[in-house]
Structures are given as C-alpha cells and as structure tokens.
C-alpha cells in the first residue's frame, strides 16, 4: 500500500462560523404564527334537488375559534348533545344531569365535617370476622295464585298483592347451612343483584319479598362475632330497596309540562304519585314481624316527604319506640344505629329522635348483663370481653350522629348519665370517640377520673387511655394539667404486659408528648418502648406501629440537629430489622430531612446519621429492584448530598465527596450527581484563589487537593458518567489558576531524552497540575474496563455505541489539554490511541475505525495556529508551540498512522458481505479529507480520488448522498483560495445503475 502523508489545511474558523449564520428575513405581524391561534372555517351545505336536474349547493361560512375541550365545562358531551338533536326531551334531561353533577344531590344536608358511613364500611367488615359457618334461611314462596291476565279492578289488584305477600310468609323454607364466611357474603351480593334485576324487570312485588327476607337475617346472632359485618351486609340491600323506590316514586311527578323544584313540598306531589307511595307503605305495614317491617319502613323513611311536610318527624319517633319490642340488646342496638343513620340523611335537625335513641339505649344497657344474653355467651363459647367490642360500631355511630354539631353542655349531660351506670367503660369510650377533640380535651382530668373508676372486667382501660390520646392528639389539653394527664396515662401503659396492647397505646401518646414536651421527655418514651418491644423480638410483630411513631416524632422535630441528639432515637431505628420496612423508614427520615432542612449544614451528628440511613437504602439495591424504585432512593440520596456544604473548607468538601462515592457506587444518578457537585467544587474554588498571588498560599491549596481530586478520579468510570469530561476540564481550570500564582515562572519544553531541544522559552504562567492529569489519566486507563453489556432501562445493551460516543466527546476535550512537560507530545493522544488499538471491539463492527476518524479530526484541530476554542487561564498547545515545525511534524506522522489504520480495514471489507460498509466508510473518509485535509497536496488528492471510486465500485453509495457531495464541492470551489477543488470535482464521475 502506498504511503500518503497528511496535511491539514489552514482553518480561519470565525470566516466558517459567519458564512454558516442564517440570513435573518423580515416577518410581517400578519404571517403564520404557530402559537396563534387556529381559525376553523365552518361551511354549511344545503343540497336543493330539483325534478330533472341535478342537485345544486349553496354555501354560508363563518369564522370562529373552536376549542373542542370547551364543551367538557358545561358538564355535557358532544355524543349525547348529538343524540338529543332529535329529541327535545333528551336535551331537558342531559341539562338536567349537568346540573345535578354540578350542584350535587340537593338531600346532601350533612356538612362536609361529618364523617359517611361509607368510611367506616370497610373497617367494620374487615374487624368482625369468623371461621365459623354461617348458614341463610330464606322463605321463597309459591307460585300459586299467579295469573296472566291484568286485572282492571283496584280493589282486586291491592288484594291479589297482599295474598301474594301472605303466600310469601308461608311458603316453602329454603335453607342454606355451613357457609363460610366468604360464601355468606357472596350470597348476600347475589341477593341484592337479585333484587336490582327484580326491579328492572318490573317485579315490585318479588323485591319486596327479597328485601323482607334479607331483613329477617338481622334477627339470627347464632354467630354473634360476625354480627356487626352483617349488618353492613344487609343495610346494603336496605339501602338500594330504599333508592329505588324514591327514584320510582320521584319520577312519576315527572310529567310533560314541569319537574319537582330541588326542594319541593307535598303540594308539589300529583295524585298518581302519593297514591303509589301510600301503597308502598301499607304493603310495608302488612309485614307481620318486627324486625323486617321496622328496616323496610325505615329504608323508604325519605319517601315520607311525598306524603306530608311532618311525615318524617312523626316517623321517627314511631320506629324509635318500636324498637323497644326488639329484645337482644345487640340487635336492637344495630336497629337504633340504622335508624340514626337514616334520620341523618334525610333529617339531621331532627336531634329530639337521635337523643330519644341513646337514652333507650341506656334504659336497656342493663341486659348485656342479664341471664339471657349470659346463656347465650356461655352457649357460643364466647366471652364478655370479647361480646362488648360488637357494640361499638353502632354506639359509635349513634354517638357521632348525636354529637354533630352539639353544643358542649351535651358533653356533660352524657358523662353525667355514664357516672349514674357506674361509668361503664364502653359507653365511656364511646363518648370520647364521638365528641369534639377540643370537648374531651379540656376535661381531660374529668374522664382520666372516670376511667379509674371503671371496672375492667369487660372493656380494659388501656383502650380508654388510647382512646382519650386520640382526641389528646387532635386538641391541647390545659396547660397546668397537661404533665399530670401523661404521668397518669403512662402509669396504666408501661404496666401492660402484652406487647401488642402496650405499642397500640403508646403509638398514640408519643404524638401527645412530641406536642407538648421536650426531647427529654421523647427520649424516655421512646426509651420505654425499646424496653418493652426488644423481648423475644415482639417488634417484629408491631412494624406498623413502630413506624407510626417515627412518622410522629419526625413530623415534630424538624430540626436535625435535636433529633438525632435524642439518645435512643438511633437505637429505635435498630429495631426494624426487615429490610423492607427499615428502607421505608429510612426514606421517610430523608423526605423530611430534604423537605425541612432550609440551610446547608456540615454537622458531624447529622452527617454520620445520615450517611448510615442514605447507606442502607443504597444498599437495598438488588437486581429486583424496579427501576422507579431506583430513582426515588437516589432523588433522596442526592437531596442528602445538595444539603452538605463545608464552606470554604474545600479539602473537607472533597473528602465527603471522595467518601459518598465509595458509599452509593451502584446507583448512577447517584454519581451524576457527585460529578457535578465536585464540577461546582472546582469553580467555586477557582473564585476563592482568583487574585491570590501568593505562592505558598497556592502550594498548599494545590497539595492539598491533589489527593482527594486523584482519589474521586480513580473512582469516577468515564462509561458511567458523561460528565466525567466536565470536570477534568474545571479541574484543569482549577489547578491551573493555583499554579500560576508567580507570574514569572518559566514553562519547560516538554522534550526529553533524544528530543531535539526546544526552540522557543515560553514566559507563561503556566504548571499543568498533577491533580488535573490524574483525572485524564484515569479516563483512559479505564476505557479497557468497559463492560461489553450495561443495563439500560432493565434490559442489557452493548455498550461500544455508549463508548464511541464517549471517546468522541473526549477527543473535543483532549483539544485544550496543554502537554506535560515531562512527556512526549501529545502524550494523552498516543496513550488512547494504544488503548484503542488494544480494545477488543465487537465483530464486524466499524466504530473502531470511526474512533480513529475523530482522531484525524483532532490533530487537524490541533495543528491550527489558534484553536477554535479554549478554557480561560489555561493557554493550550497553540499557545504553547506557536506553530512550530517539529510539533507539525510529530502531529503529522500521528495521522499517518491512523490513515494507515483506516485503509488497512478498507481493504479488509473488499468481501461480498461487507462491501455496503465499506462503501459507507469509504465515502465517510472522503468526507473528514474534504472537511480538514489540504487537497492541494497530489497524493491527498488523489487519495481523495481513489475513495470517490470505491464508494461507488460495487454500486453500493446512495445516488442522491454522491450527488449532493459534488454539488457541495463544485460550490465551494467557487469561494476565495479553493480553486483548486475545481479541478478535483473534474476527477469525481458519478456511475450510473443499469
């Protein structure tokens, strides 16, 4: 192969930077914006058919901005306003329908404060469960007396309804035994899907039977524990039964001419549609059992209003008082509590009814503990601190609905009928639970009275302690009482035995000791807790409660300094022993650390405990982990990271730095993150040394630095992080200002040995730092490192495009890099290359040669008299050599080299399966020749020549590419001092394909 030598041409680059500008054109204020906004020209076409001609068009249009999300405000949308153009009517009901979604039910008279029944739906359901099995009595009736035609008699359709009732009660018995508890419920669900299907099938009758026979089950307390889930169960089916027939009673007032007003009044109500609700109640009335004929009257309670103004106040007291016939405490209460809640939807100022219900409720209290309910404990096996919590979510209930909006004396009346009970206990808890916080609070001492005197036999106190440090929580007891109130509830608290007990209650008051007392007082309960939770591991048992109090703690101590003074708060974290709560504990230690600390801090307790939480969550990284998983504990890591600042101590600042690094070296934002904060690091030093002339100042700056840049370098994989290159360039800006602290320093020829000696003293301010040449040095010497295959996204991919990339990137840096005076020249570029030319690159793959094309290009930049750009204070090879002759030769005789290299693998692909590639570097080297060698030469010209040629040899170079490159040449032949590529666009034939 021949040898052709290399000559770069000459580059003015700011002549090559205007000529590429765009010419700047005038924009009139009437021209196409794309941020204005579009104009949509509507055409409407009226077609006009004609006998014995066709048909002709007229056309209107007209100008308006369309917005198509504007239609989604008026709560319509654009298929139903479509369907109801043909319809009137239809458009009368979707405007009706928006204005309900906007205005919302007009029965929803309960505020906002007072907490649905629905919330405590799921919790009930979840609490009250059983193993044992269930069983379902249902009476489905005969067919009999059933008849096809339609009567037209009154009289005798109101007398066949009610036979068909009567023949419902005593029809056949349908029993279903040993039902598990999922089954029960399952069969419940199927009950009220039957009763939704009965009703659109038009089956009154039939829903009515399924509702009766749904509210006899309330009757059965065979399995007394799981009572109170069903009676959630079937107050559902209540609930729907009662729906259904108020949307059928409310939508026979509807008639042509006008609707029912939002609140409307019997007077409003036509004939058609009270008769239908008087029949629904006298089907109601012939309901022959108690328990059934009370939950079905009380689910249609609201249809009372289409009847008569007082109709529901003179309900309510009438179903309170049929209560009183229901015998077995537990039922009835449940009965009171339905009531209530019903009472509150449709009448919540009606309080006389709600108060009437917890004063009976009182008067028969006293059968918890009479014979019959006592046999029929002794019967299920079931014991009296064990039956009491059933009555609480209906006590509950009964209580929030009586104390809504109640003034505060109400308070005292309740506790006063507790003491007269001898201050039953779940009573007691009751009125606490549903009371204003700010109530209870400020009679702290009265009910912390009451509880010691309560017998625990039933309802143990520590829950009445937990109870009254909920509200204690929520309102600030008095000052003067407020040690007195914890020394009394700790008292009870650190005497329980029971791990499980003891945390549920003292998970609740280390909120009250956060919000009133000092670190001393956390420390001791948070001492108490370790004390109790440490024995045979019972913490392992109690991870949600644990977790609750480091949530409260933190929340009141947002200064990080006191928290981590507490003694045994560190020790606290150690319980959490599963890793994958003790990495949500340490995540939310960091969320409020990130979101409260204001100003950075160098505090060594904050530090050192930090460093261990961000080091566990580091180090709960596996190969399972998901990749949001991922980002989250580095966004905390790296908040962590932000915050530590040591001011101007800047080797302190590197130190912690050089230490993150090792710490949390498999998460990569991670290290993202440290690039850029020692990139800040550099620059910030450089501010703090500009104008410092002394040069012991500098020295010691400079050693003292060195070890700890060297340190992070050696750390830092380039593959990793991109803005690797960032900072050997700040780095290098750095050092070279501390080095150039005597400005009569003298810069030495980096000849050596053999070397000619070097022509010119250069007078410059200028050492080329250890610090910074550690950071080059290290780049290259872990290119070999490289790992074939990363992982990206959570797939694994080659890593060589990633590389070439990189290297690229490097060569531009490498460009302002002075030499060190005790190498060769351009010793950082032989050493890649060597590294390069070691590499094992993958086969039949073309970045190697690609990566020694963008070395062509950096010698061409580097044999410039003024490079085409630099970093401030740091004077590059141009200023260094000045363009001498022996640096050009050296840089030639490099590119020779890797010219060698690049046809020596040209030659290689002259194979049938790599002739597409070979036309496509071929074409490429043309390209970096055109661009940066000096064509004047003949043997670069015709080298020019010869790779024109082998682009289109095998009739593999894209036609239009080969095209445009002649265009681009004959162009440029046209500019100042490029004649000569005239004659060479001359010497560049385009082949044609036959």
Same mark, same amino acid.
């Given at each position: 192969?021949?040898?052709?030598?290399?000559?770069?041409?000459?580059?003015?680059?700011?002549?090559?930077?205007?000529?590429?500008?765009?010419?700047?054109?005038?924009?009139?204020?009437?021209?196409?914006?794309?941020?204005?906004?579009?104009?949509?020209?509507?055409?409407?076409?009226?077609?006009?058919?004609?006998?014995?001609?066709?048909?002709?068009?007229?056309?209107?249009?007209?100008?308006?901005?369309?917005?198509?999300?504007?239609?989604?405000?008026?709560?319509?949308?654009?298929?139903?306003?479509?369907?109801?153009?043909?319809?009137?009517?239809?458009?009368?009901?979707?405007?009706?329908?928006?204005?309900?979604?906007?205005?919302?039910?007009?029965?929803?008279?309960?505020?906002?404060?007072?907490?649905?029944?629905?919330?405590?739906?799921?919790?009930?359901?979840?609490?009250?469960?059983?193993?044992?099995?269930?069983?379902?009595?249902?009476?489905?009736?005969?067919?009999?007396?059933?008849?096809?035609?339609?009567?037209?008699?009154?009289?005798?359709?109101?007398?066949?309804?009610?036979?068909?009732?009567?023949?419902?009660?005593?029809?056949?018995?349908?029993?279903?035994?040993?039902?598990?508890?999922?089954?029960?419920?399952?069969?419940?669900?199927?009950?009220?899907?039957?009763?939704?299907?009965?009703?659109?099938?038009?089956?009154?009758?039939?829903?009515?039977?399924?509702?009766?026979? !749904?509210? +006899?089950? #309330? =009757?059965?307390?065979?399995?007394?524990?799981?009572? *109170?889930?069903?009676?959630?169960? $079937?107050?559902? &089916?209540?609930?729907?039964?009662?729906?259904?027939?108020?949307?059928?009673?409310?939508?026979?007032?509807?008639?042509?001419?006008?609707?029912?007003?939002?609140?409307?009044?019997?007077?409003?109500?036509?004939?058609?549609?009270?008769?239908?609700?008087?029949?629904?109640?006298?089907?109601?009335?012939?309901?022959?059992?108690?328990?059934?004929?009370?939950?079905?009257?009380?689910?249609?309670?609201? !249809?009372? +209003?289409? #009847? =008569?103004?007082?109709?529901?106040?003179?309900?309510? *007291?009438?179903?309170?008082?049929? $209560?009183?016939? &229901?015998?077995?405490?537990?039922?009835?209460?449940?009965?009171?509590?339905?009531?209530?809640?019903?009472?509150?939807?449709?009448?919540?100022?009606?309080?006389?009814?709600?108060?009437?219900?917890?004063?009976?409720?009182?008067?028969?209290?006293?059968?918890?503990?009479?014979?019959?309910?006592?046999?029929?404990?002794?019967?299920?096996?079931?014991?009296?601190?064990?039956?009491?919590?059933?009555?609480?979510?209906?006590?509950?209930?009964?209580?929030?609905?009586?104390?809504?909006?109640?003034?505060?004396?109400?308070?005292?009346?309740?506790?006063?009928?507790?003491?007269?009970?001898?201050?039953?206990?779940?009573?007691?808890?009751?009125?606490?639970?549903?009371?204003?916080?700010?109530?209870?609070?400020?009679?702290?001492?009265?009910?912390?009275?009451?509880?010691?005197?309560?017998?625990?036999?039933?309802?143990?106190?520590?829950?009445?302690?937990?109870?009254?440090?909920?509200?204690?929580?929520?309102?600030?007891?008095?000052?003067?009482?407020?040690?007195?109130?914890?020394?009394?509830?700790?008292?009870?608290?650190?005497?329980?035995?029971?791990?499980?007990?003891?945390?549920?209650?003292?998970?609740?008051?280390?909120?009250?000791?956060?919000?009133?007392?000092?670190?001393?007082?956390?420390?001791?309960?948070?001492?108490?807790?370790?004390?109790?939770?440490?024995?045979?591991?019972?913490?392992?048992?109690?991870?949600?409660?644990?977790?609750?109090?480091?949530?409260?703690?933190?929340?009141?101590?947002?200064?990080?300094?006191?928290?981590?003074?507490?003694?045994?708060?560190?020790?606290?974290?150690?319980?959490?022993?599963?890793?994958?709560?003790?990495?949500?504990?340490?995540?939310?230690?960091?969320?409020?650390?990130?979101?409260?600390?204001?100003?950075?801090?160098?505090?060594?307790?904050?530090?050192?405990?930090?460093?261990?939480?961000?080091?566990?969550?580091?180090?709960?990284?596996?190969?399972?982990?998901?990749?949001?998983?991922?980002?989250?504990?580095?966004?905390?890591?790296?908040?962590?990271?932000?915050?530590?600042?040591?001011?101007?101590?800047?080797?302190?600042?590197?130190?912690?730095?050089?230490?993150?690094?090792?710490?949390?070296?498999?998460?990569?934002?991670?290290?993202?993150?440290?690039?850029?904060?020692?990139?800040?690091?550099?620059?910030?030093?450089?501010?703090?040394?500009?104008?410092?002339?002394?040069?012991?100042?500098?020295?010691?700056?400079?050693?003292?630095?060195?070890?700890?840049?060297?340190?992070?370098?050696?750390?830092?994989?380039?593959?990793?992080?991109?803005?690797?290159?960032?900072?050997?360039?700040?780095?290098?800006?750095?050092?070279?200002?501390?080095?150039?602290?005597?400005?009569?320093?003298?810069?030495?020829?980096?000849?050596?040995?053999?070397?000619?000696?070097?022509?010119?003293?250069?007078?410059?301010?200028?050492?080329?730092?250890?610090?910074?040449?550690?950071?080059?040095?290290?780049?290259?010497?872990?290119?070999?490192?490289?790992?074939?295959?990363?992982?990206?996204?959570?797939?694994?991919?080659?890593?060589?495009?990633?590389?070439?990339?990189?290297?690229?990137?490097?060569?531009?840096?490498?460009?302002?890099?002075?030499?060190?005076?005790?190498?060769?020249?351009?010793?950082?570029?032989?050493?890649?290359?060597?590294?390069?030319?070691?590499?094992?690159?993958?086969?039949?793959?073309?970045?190697?040669?690609?990566?020694?094309?963008?070395?062509?290009?950096?010698?061409?930049?580097?044999?410039?008299?003024?490079?085409?750009?630099?970093?401030?204070?740091?004077?590059?090879?141009?200023?260094?050599?000045?363009?001498?002759?022996?640096?050009?030769?050296?840089?030639?005789?490099?590119?020779?080299?890797?010219?060698?290299?690049?046809?020596?693998?040209?030659?290689?692909?002259?194979?049938?399966?790599?002739?597409?590639?070979?036309?496509?570097?071929?074409?490429?080297?043309?390209?970096?020749?055109?661009?940066?060698?000096?064509?004047?030469?003949?043997?670069?010209?015709?080298?020019?020549?010869?790779?024109?040629?082998?682009?289109?040899?095998?009739?593999?170079?894209?036609?239009?590419?080969?095209?445009?490159?002649?265009?681009?040449?004959?162009?440029?032949?046209?500019?100042?001092?490029?004649?000569?590529?005239?004659?060479?666009?001359?010497?560049?034939?385009?082949?044609?394909?036959?």
């Amino acid at each position: 192969m021949a040898v052709f030598h290399w000559h770069s041409r000459h580059r003015n680059y700011k002549a090559e930077i205007a000529s590429c500008r765009l010419e700047a054109a005038p924009l009139e204020f009437g021209d196409y914006h794309p941020l204005k906004p579009i104009t949509v020209t509507e055409s409407k076409t009226k077609k006009v058919s004609r006998k014995g001609s066709t048909s002709s068009t007229s056309s209107s249009s007209s100008s308006s901005v369309v917005d198509p999300l504007s239609s989604v405000l008026d709560g319509t949308d654009p298929l139903s306003m479509f369907a109801a153009t043909a319809d009137p009517a239809a458009v009368a009901a979707a405007t009706e329908s928006s204005r309900k979604k906007r205005n919302g039910d007009d029965n929803s008279i309960v505020g906002s404060d007072f907490e649905p029944w629905a919330n405590k739906r799921g919790e009930i359901l979840a609490r009250y469960t059983t193993t044992e099995k269930l069983s379902i009595n249902l009476f489905m009736g005969s067919e009999k007396g059933r008849t096809g035609t339609a009567t037209s008699a009154m009289s005798e359709k109101v007398r066949t309804r009610l036979e068909e009732l009567d023949d419902f009660e005593e029809g056949s018995q349908k029993e279903l035994l040993n039902l598990t508890q999922q089954d029960y419920v399952n069969r419940i669900e199927e009950l009220n899907q039957s009763l939704k299907d009965a009703w659109a099938s038009d089956q009154k009758v039939k829903a009515l039977k399924i509702v009766i026979q !749904c509210s +006899k089950l #309330l =009757s059965d307390t065979s399995v007394i524990q799981f009572y *109170p889930s069903k009676f959630v169960l $079937i107050t559902d &089916i209540l609930d729907t039964f009662g729906k259904l027939v108020y949307e059928r009673i409310f939508s026979m007032c509807v008639d042509n001419r006008s609707t029912l007003p939002d609140h409307f009044s019997p007077e409003n109500v036509n004939d058609t549609a009270k008769e239908t609700c008087l029949n629904w109640f006298f089907k109601i009335a012939s309901i022959r059992e108690l328990i059934p004929r009370f939950y079905v009257e009380a689910s249609i309670l609201k !249809c009372n +209003k289409f #009847l =008569s103004k007082m109709g529901i106040s003179e309900c309510l *007291p009438r179903l309170t008082c049929m $209560i009183r016939g &229901i015998g077995d405490p537990l039922v009835s209460v449940y009965a009171r509590a339905y009531l209530c809640r019903v009472g509150m939807e449709v009448a919540p100022h009606l309080k006389e009814s709600l108060n009437k219900n917890f004063f009976d409720f009182l008067l028969t209290f006293k059968q918890i503990h009479g014979d019959t309910v006592q046999n029929q404990l002794v019967v299920q096996g079931v014991e009296l601190p064990s039956y009491l919590p059933l009555y609480s979510p209906a006590m509950d209930w009964i209580f929030q609905c009586i104390s809504y909006h109640a003034p505060e004396v109400l308070l005292t009346e309740m506790m006063e009928r507790c003491k007269k009970l001898g201050n039953n206990a779940l009573l007691l808890n009751s009125v606490m639970s549903a009371f204003r916080a700010e109530f209870v609070a400020t009679r702290s001492m009265d009910f912390i009275s009451m509880i010691k005197e309560c017998d625990e036999s039933g309802f143990p106190k520590h829950l009445l302690f937990r109870s009254l440090g909920l509200n204690l929580a929520l309102a600030d007891p008095p000052e003067s009482d407020r040690l007195q109130i914890l020394n009394e509830a700790w008292k009870v608290i650190t005497k329980l035995k029971n791990p499980q007990d003891y945390i549920n209650c003292a998970e609740v008051w280390v909120e009250y000791t956060c919000r009133h007392f000092t670190k001393r007082e956390v420390n001791t309960v948070l001492a108490d807790v370790i004390k109790h939770m440490t024995p045979d591991r019972a913490f392992e048992d109690s991870y949600p409660q644990l977790q609750s109090i480091i949530k409260k703690v933190i929340a009141h101590f947002h200064d990080f300094s006191v928290l981590f003074s507490v003694e045994k708060f560190l020790p606290f974290l150690d319980m959490f022993q599963k890793e994958s709560v003790r990495v949500e504990v340490c995540k939310y230690i960091m969320e409020a650390f990130i979101k409260h600390q204001q100003e950075p801090t160098k505090d060594p307790v904050i530090l050192n405990a930090l460093l261990h939480i961000c080091k566990t969550m580091h180090d709960s990284v596996n190969a399972l982990t998901l990749e949001d998983e991922k980002r989250t504990l580095a966004h905390l890591i790296n908040g962590f990271i932000k915050m530590v600042s040591f001011g101007h101590d800047f080797e302190q600042q590197l130190s912690f730095y050089v230490e993150s690094r090792s710490m949390f070296c498999n998460l990569e934002p991670v290290l993202v993150q440290l690039i850029h904060s020692v990139n800040r690091l550099a620059m910030e030093t450089r501010k703090v040394m500009k104008g410092n002339h002394s040069r012991k100042t500098a020295a010691f700056v400079r050693l003292k630095g060195t070890s700890s840049w060297t340190a992070f370098s050696s750390n830092a994989l380039p593959s990793e992080c991109p803005e690797f290159l960032l900072i050997c360039s700040h780095a290098l800006c750095w050092t070279c200002r501390t080095s150039s602290a005597s400005q009569d320093c003298l810069c030495q020829a980096p000849w050596r040995g053999k070397q000619p000696a070097f022509p010119r003293v250069l007078t410059l301010p200028l050492f080329f730092s250890l610090a910074a040449d550690a950071f080059f040095k290290a780049a290259i010497s872990l290119v070999p490192e490289v790992p074939k295959m990363i992982n990206i996204d959570g797939k694994m991919r080659p890593s060589e495009s990633f590389l070439l990339e990189f290297l690229c990137n490097f060569f531009s840096t490498l460009l302002i890099v002075p030499d060190h005076p005790e190498h060769g020249v351009l010793f950082l570029v032989r050493e890649l290359l060597n590294v390069i030319q070691d590499y094992t690159w993958e086969d039949n793959s073309d970045d190697k040669i690609r990566v020694c094309t963008c070395v062509l290009h950096l010698l061409s930049a580097m044999s410039q008299e003024t490079y085409l750009y630099h970093i401030e204070k740091v004077d590059s090879n141009d200023s260094l050599y000045g363009g001498d002759s022996k640096f050009l030769a050296e840089n030639s005789k490099l590119c020779e080299t890797v010219m060698a290299q690049i046809l020596e693998h040209l030659k290689t692909l002259a194979k049938d399966e790599a002739l597409k590639r070979q036309s496509l570097l071929g074409l490429s080297f043309f390209n970096s020749i055109l661009a940066h060698g000096d064509l004047r030469n003949n043997k670069l010209n015709q080298l020019s020549v010869n790779l024109w040629h082998l682009a289109q040899r095998h009739g593999c170079a894209d036609t239009r590419t080969m095209v445009k490159t002649l265009e681009y040449i004959k162009k440029r032949s046209k500019q100042p001092d490029m004649n000569h590529l005239t004659e060479l666009a001359l010497r560049l034939p385009l082949q044609t394909r036959t």
